[in-house]
């Protein structure tokens, strides 16, 4: 880690590097208390800062180039929606700033670059005019210039019209900008593929395009795989990165994990393991990703697996290393000797691990609303959702049960088929 | 947390407090890049003591009473066992030492009590004198004592004869002393009863007793309910305590998890959601515990997940409950709204998690070795296993096979049956 | 098949040979389209002769030493139960001598003895007398001795109370009596062990003694293993028979498969398969059972299967192994060069099937209801069951459901977890 | 069943009347054990007609509208295939003229038509020519004419291009001619789409086209709406029949059930339950399909199944509802209550069912050979399997492992990806 060297990001990727991104800072601080699930807004920067850079540095140690400021869901109109004070208490433009820092003190440490991000918007939703919705953009993007990031992520769309207005903002930082969707190889709400997604992020001016959140590493894989054959069919050039989630969900519909009954509190039967996440870096190395990183899920070891598969490619292992020999190695030196056995690829490689759970099934049904924008439902409130409202939307949700189905089975397409297949194949 | 009172465990427990614990250092610090899996010694106090501090804040933070200091198999000859360096770098007393600062330290932030704690050693597994076990213990109690830890937790044990003789050495610091070994309902490998083992545990001197690590919580208070029935029929007076893994493992023989085969690189899947810890800590009420805290597996959401459920008899909730409204109540502030549908107890508690693994199973088989103390293989060595000792083990595993599927059927006792039964009764 | 020989029961055990029963004719006959599911009475043996010796014959042929008369629930109180005209149209004992001249028939055709069952009785759950019961047996055995059967069977018992009495009755005869449960390790649902209901069947007078129907053929032999070394330790001697299921019902409590939901339209999923049953037919026989059959779920094949493990112990392999070589062998002779390679015994052995079902789980919550003999919701009635007793159940059922989880966990004896454990493990 | 009504095949479709066809013979008679699984030829139908005059009575019975001569397999290359004696015993003319005249016989007991089936050849799968091939089909149908079949159905073929050949003879006999494929959406082995199968089936000469075998009635069912469709864009006149397995086969690939590792004799535990035919029935209704029938794993009681849903479009319930009242409702006369309570439609439908088996998975890794005609491991021969060959295809197995990964996933096309999905999505 001793080497300090800030190359910027495009000449690390110009140069044929592997970029290693982060995990995902909602999902791990709101299991260590700091994040509330739900608004899922990161005043933690401000609250809790020791936090926070604890878990940048967790990812720098296992492999992070790149050191994403923790600014999620902080543009103002989140920061004020259905009962979060967070806007009020600590303002948008404080929050983004402190994220920044928090970062950049980091970054410094280890040589990694440091970013800002911007992602989906209540205001979009709400079915708002572009202005309005690049002006909620530029609350954050000003102070992302301010602190003098590295470059610009615009990631977490559904609708790629909007990421192409957060594009729009970005540039005008004269930064270059990075952009992911949270979308899987059906593409995104308003029914554009996966290929179109990436082709007009691409033409928006975006150096990187790919996709984030949303699917486990395999269902989003073959989104990438569709947006690169498009993008060579275009002869649009922009390097790809995938952030997936750590969950296994090969049973998601349009709508990714947040459909799964089990989002957001019991995910925990679905976690990768850092087998999956060799398997995950090698696939996406071979695909020609080359920003690979990770989203709602993603734990250090999980980014330590990533640097560990690519060790050869990168001519380093990460410092986390230090305490993790690779394929279980470590286990050599366990007291029992039945466990030093399982210090093997070999072992690891094969092994399909039980839940202990004999009353839990393998897949559940998604709830597969596809509402999106411009209905009703989704428009912003300040207020917490009332009893009244609930028991509405469960109404309704009995109502849409037959009608989605038949939807449903209708718009199942292909590509997103194909992922589902490549999430269940194991190497074994 | 504003209250800052240090009144002692006994005193806490005498007036009818429920004294929760805190988590599992080495696995969480091992996924945050700060422990070795293999030897899983705890030398990050002082390589890293920011992420051991920050991991104590988090269990603080969720609503653990006592901050046990991060000293688990910090004993000299495991930290100088097959090929670690930790003892000749740092020193045991220094390792020690500096882990009851960290731990002193956060828990002075919040009123917490901070503790020392010893567990099995590789010298009583090599067949070593009494007199030298408990020198070893010796060497990591002295430094409790000088740093002025509140108690001594003595844990972790595979047979009682080790716990009785540190039991004894904990005595001599004058200290209270806990005492909780890594037992199921069958019992310790010596063959003797868990009643049997909190009979002796209490005889011994130890005012607390219970279980922790090897299983999940379910089986575990099969485990302490044998030991609560053996001390009441004895007339024995001694506080209840249970720390049991985060992983379900209805599946698990004698030694525990350490036999299942995703031990210990793949077990997501069968981690426990908040929802289980939910169950966990009113069964651990009901029956009497007092004690309640938890083992490998366990992050801070899961503690919280006990001081939640436990909030009205504790008379508060934890200070991580400023991000986290009970029985998923944050969700009522998401933008989907049929995510907001999921804000109520009767989702949470009546979903049966799919693993999202079409390929995997509900149950393993452990290896089930069933080898202890005195048998060649588990002598202490200085050096790494070697690969002529892999090839042995694996040879042996071989023919042991026959052999121990007769020896587990034969020796699978009721008490852990009723554990592994209850360890898949789910309220639903 | 060609040898004509009719040594009876007693000499044939005495000789220390293996008998193997027959298989299951309710469920199979139903499949087939000649019994219904709910009553399960046997009047096809009047209405189709020709299905239910087709079915004999397929038994005699897979290797079955004793064709039984298809009398099952074949009593005059069950014939007229709840609806059932079975008993008005054709009388109760007419059927039973239909059955036994099926049966005879089919006998003589292979050297195959042939007997009669009694079974339990609405007559007694409704809490009749001894005497009133026992005309019930009497108006079966009168058709039994008419007809000349080698032996007599009184099975499916749930209480050992109505077993002896129907021994007593059987006794009357002067002919053989053999005797099954139909109860799993936890004994009979009047709280008494498995080993005292096989003392007690002994004392009564069966020559035979064990269990049938309602468990798996592992649990089944858990059962079986305390009847033994209950007759052991009382110095009597029996001879152990065991007519297990074909289903899988590891999860099952005190009142076998019946209470599982699945019960009885979709059992598939649990069906035994081949493999499985060379494996009952070799741990039976390692047991020392000697009378080595099936009940509900055993197909013919099931039958072929047990008495092709058990071939070198009898010196003969069954008429229908003509078309099936063992472990797979007939394979050798498939187009696919892949499917030929699975033509071994290895294969076979080591898989794990697959369900074919992402959205089903492991296992299921029985019902647990634990009614028993004296309830009032068991009386017979002759009228089938109306609306207003239905919502009456559903209404119970609700109430019910906190108190039986409860009485569940305090009932659940070791015996019947030793029995699901070992229904779980397999040889892999 | 009384109506003696002999209608033929095309005016029962003309007429707009749904044909229930039978079920699987070779399965079926397999676990009665009449016939060998291998080579898997009906020469039972000379040497045990009473059992094959009894299964076709019992889909009669089930409401089966045609009865199928038992000549699956019976071409007399088959019959001397890989060891196989039968032609030399009996000859291939009398297998299928005895097969006929069964099948006659139980047809005129109930109104039924009768039928004669060929299907794919050894010979073909050897590379030999058309007429070679087309003379091995005239043995069997001039077999079929002579004994006055109603119609001919040519199925099981994986090549188009020999369902083309099988049809031209079939035309040569001057009856209708029905032709299916043991296809599913992905196409047949030759890489024709599904489309495009159907339409050479129907401009060969075909009435009635559609698939048998291979897949689950849900993936068949997708594969009949690519044919469906195809047909309506070629303006081609074709009725659909549709006579899937009776296993569920979500994860199968391009060869269906064959390649999974359960078959032939693991299957169990995928055996679809009568209330998956009433969907499938439903389903397949909905779709258009009019001639509904079953193939391997299809006993009586799912074509009862199927005859029960459809009882109100068909205008009666087979003779077989005497013993069955729809959707449970013989469970009104169960002796306990809470089984009672089962006896209503909501209940079965709803109900996902448990394995019993806790160390089983969802899904099974299909081999994936894709080996077809042409390949010198599917030419035929006279003897049986050596060892030599079996060693060979283990070690050709293992080094086609990592390209057959890779070209699984290459070729696993968009079509049977839909049929897996739709296969596994249930209506609960």
Redesign the interface.
């Known amino acids: 880690m001793g080497t300090i060297e800030r190359r910027g990001i495009m000449e690390r990727l110009d140069n044929g590097e592997v970029v290693i991104g982060d995990g995902g800072f909602v999902f791990a601080l ?10 899922w807004t990161p005043e933690a920067v401000v609250e809790h800062p ?2 926070v850079r ?1 878990l940048h ?2 990812f720098l ?2 492999g992070s180039d790149v050191m994403q400021a923790f600014t999620f869901y902080a543009s103002d109109d989140k920061l004020s ?4 004070t967070a806007s009020q208490k600590y303002g948008c433009t404080n929050i983004n700033a402190a994220a920044c820092r928090v970062a950049r003190e980091v970054a410094q440490e280890g040589g990694a670059l440091f970013l800002g991000g911007v992602c989906q918007t ?1 205001t979009y ?1 709400s079915g708002a005019s572009k202005e309005d919705t690049k002006e909620i953009f530029r609350g954050q993007m000003g102070a992302f210039k301010d602190e003098g990031v590295d470059f610009i992520l615009c990631e977490y769309f559904e609708h790629v019209e909007e990421a192409e207005w957060a594009i729009e903002v970005g540039l005008e930082t004269g930064l270059p900008v990075a952009c992911s969707m949270c979308i899987g190889p059906q593409g995104d709400m308003h029914g554009n593929s996966a290929g179109d997604c990436a082709i007009r992020m691409a033409r928006a001016g975006a150096k990187i395009v790919g996709v984030n959140c949303h699917y ?1 590493p395999f269902v989003s894989l073959e989104a990438i795989k569709l947006m690169k054959e498009a993008l060579e069919r275009e002869n649009l050039k922009a390097y790809l990165m995938c952030q997936p989630l750590a ?5 998601a519909g349009k ?1 990714g994990f ?18 999956d996440m060799h398997r995950y870096a090698r696939e996406a190395y071979d695909l020609g990703v080359r920003f690979i990183g990770g989203c709602c899920g993603f ?3 999980h980014i ?1 697996a990533v640097a560990e598969e690519l060790a050869a490619e990168r001519g380093r292992f990460p ?2 290393s230090e ?3 690779v394929w ?16 093997n690829r070999e072992y ?1 490689e094969n ?15 998604p ?1 597969n ?1 596809g ?1 999106t924008r411009g209905n009703e ?2 428009v912003q409130h300040a207020h ?2 009332t009893t009244e ?2 028991d509405l ?2 109404g ?2 009995g109502k849409l049960k037959m009608a989605c ?1 038949q939807h ?2 209708e718009t ?3 590509a997103d ?2 992922a ?9």
């Not at 009954?261 to 679905?270: G, I, K, Q, T």
């Open positions: 709101e299991k260590r208390g700091y994040v509330k699930a739900g608004p020791e936090a604890q540095r967790e140690r296992a929606n259905r009962g979060n209540p939703l486990d969950y296994m969900t090969p049973d709508q947040i459909d799964l009954p089990e989002f957001p509190f019991a995910l925990e039967s679905r976690i990768c393991n850092r087998w734990e250090p070891y330590r410092a986390g305490k993790h020999v279980g190695g470590g286990l050599k030196m366990h007291t029992k000797p039945w466990v030093r056995a399982r210090a690891w092994l399909n691990p039980a839940s202990g759970r004999p009353y839990s099934s393998a897949m559940s049904k709830d609303w509402v439902m989704l917490e959702t409202e609930e939307v469960r309704i949700k189905c449903h089975q199942k397409k292909e088929l194909v589902a297949a490549q999430a269940v194949t194991e190497t074994a």
